[in-house]
């Protein structure tokens, strides 16, 4: 069972930091494209920044400059380091990844989330 796991949430103060990461677990040959997104209640799930196999990123406007996307292709983890926090990045953030894993029939390739984490940036 292919699974991503975030972590990293947690309650920080405007222009505070906080960096979020997303492992990903099982039979796993490789990462392809990885994203975060963000929700807040009672709206769309938005793009927060994109990264691609070779490290090729794409952010969001409103968290240019602001926010990084990194990953780590030994480790099945990626990364968002999130600085000058403001209380209207609060979200639950999402990991999302294309991912090849092995079966016993051969590789297949799936799209998998997180279960999300909470981010709440407040004084």
């Known amino acids: 069972q292919v699974q991503l796991v975030e972590s990293g949430g947690g309650l920080v103060q405007p222009g505070g930091s906080l960096r979020l990461s997303c492992v990903a677990s099982?039979?796993?040959?490789?990462?392809?494209?990885m994203g975060w997104y963000r929700q807040i209640p009672g709206k769309q799930r938005e793009l927060v920044a994109t990264?691609?196999?070779?490290?090729?990123?794409n952010y969001a406007d409103s968290v240019k400059g602001r926010f990084t996307i990194s990953r780590d292709n030994a480790k099945n983890t990626g990364y968002l380091q999130m600085n000058s926090l403001k209380p209207e990045d609060t979200a639950v953030y999402y990991c999302n990844a294309g991912i090849t894993y092995y079966l016993s029939t051969g590789p297949y390739m799936i799209n998998r989330w997180g279960q999300g984490t909470q981010v709440t940036v407040s004084s």
């Open positions: 990264i691609t196999s070779s490290g090729s990123t």
């Open positions: 099982g039979s796993i040959f490789s990462i392809n494209d």
